[in-house]
């Protein structure tokens, strides 16, 4: 991913309203890609894993779209709640090799 | 439970001092990783190691050193010649292999003063 310098890009939405974090990954072969969450003074958290040969993937509450076309993915949060407020990175890997990391969306979730 | 475990948790160092952060994982896994993570950017790679005794340099290996003298820890040392040292770091964990994600511990927040 590319650095954004110091300002995170920033998502604000309504608690209770669905959320949608991008992320463009860098490498076409990348095969495998994960997304976290790090919520502030903490270590990332995993929440929801794809493989390039899947285009949708959902856990609870989340969603994962992958679209290789563009190189896009993004994760969709139904009914944002309070404690998802934090930082989301994607992270994308080629096997063999190291994961790189996005720098990440800060969402903000408004009462 | 497992996990990995990151101390401590804020360290200060004086300019010219070595210090020492320390990363412990009882989950197992094979390889290691610390990463820097700095305002506004993705987490860079320091160092990682994916065997015991054995580690490479990642891509802002200057003016950090490791050791892996045990699978249960890796350790960083950031030393006087890392000029820029005040970041948030972190320690990672996983399986060696295939599709196996990153654990995480809760970071080390390190000052100059």
């Known amino acids: 991913g590319e650095s954004v310098g110091l300002h995170l890009p920033t998502l604000s939405v309504q608690e209770g309203d669905n959320s949608i974090i991008n992320c463009a990954y860098s490498?076409?072969?990348?095969?495998?890609f994960i997304w976290y969450k790090q919520e502030s003074g903490k270590g990332p958290q995993f929440i929801i894993d794809?493989?390039?040969?899947?285009d949708k993937r959902q856990g609870q509450r989340v969603t994962v779209l992958l679209n290789k076309t563009v190189k896009h993915l993004s994760l969709q949060i139904a009914a944002t709640q309070p404690g998802d407020s934090a930082v989301y990175f994607c992270?994308?890997?080629?096997?063999?090799?190291?994961?790189?990391f996005g720098p990440g969306t800060r969402l903000s979730v408004l009462p | 439970d497992g996990g990995i475990t990151q101390s401590p948790k804020y360290l200060f160092r004086k300019e010219g001092q070595n210090v020492t952060l320390s990363c412990e994982q009882n989950?197992?896994?094979?390889?290691m990783y610390w990463y820097r993570q700095d305002p506004g950017q993705g987490l860079r790679l320091i160092y990682y190691?994916?065997?015991?005794?054995?580690?490479q340099k990642g891509d802002i290996a200057e003016g950090y050193s490791v050791s892996r003298e045990k699978k249960e820890s890796f350790p960083l040392t950031v030393t006087s010649a890392q000029k820029n040292p005040t970041a948030f770091y972190l320690c990672?964990?996983?399986?060696?292999?295939?599709?196996?994600?990153?654990?995480f511990g809760s970071g080390t927040r390190l000052t100059v003063v």
């Open positions: 990672a964990s996983s399986i060696e292999g295939r599709g196996y994600g990153y654990t």
């Open positions: 490498n076409s072969a990348s095969d495998y």
């Open positions: 794809i493989r390039s040969n899947m």
């Open positions: 992270a994308e890997n080629i096997w063999g090799q190291n994961f790189v």
């Open positions: 989950l197992n896994h094979d390889a």
């Open positions: 190691s994916q065997i015991v005794n054995d580690f």
